[in-house]
């Protein structure tokens, strides 16, 4: 079985950073890929960003030159460096692992005040 714990999110004011952590524990199989994608109210889940473990990152239009994913494969663990944070960035961001099947943590919950 896999876990996802993540952590990180929380309140910041628009222009601010953020850096959230996602570790995975369990059958974990190479190569895989792992990532954000973010769900706001009244909004279509959102691919955020994903890098595989060979380290192939992708970012999404609305985040390229703001946010990095970055990951440390020995201890399974992504993070996402969130900079120049703006309101429209508000969301449930959910980490996720691709290894034979996609598995997804809860959540954590970022919110960026104008």
């Known amino acids: 079985q896999v876990q996802l714990v993540e952590s990180g999110g929380g309140l910041v004011q628009a222009g601010g950073s953020l850096r959230l952590s996602c570790a995975a524990s369990g059958s974990i199989f190479s190569p895989n890929v792992m990532g954000w994608h973010r769900q706001a109210p009244g909004k279509q889940r959102e691919l955020v960003a994903r890098?595989?473990?060979?380290?192939?990152?992708y970012y999404s239009d609305s985040v390229k030159g703001r946010f990095t994913i970055s990951r440390d494969n020995g201890e399974n663990t992504v993070y996402l460096q969130m900079n120049s944070l703006k309101p429209e960035d508000t969301a449930v961001y959910l980490c996720f692992v691709v290894s034979h099947v996609t598995h997804w943590g809860q959540g954590t919950q970022v919110t960026v005040s104008s």
């Open positions: 890098m595989s473990s060979g380290g192939s990152p």
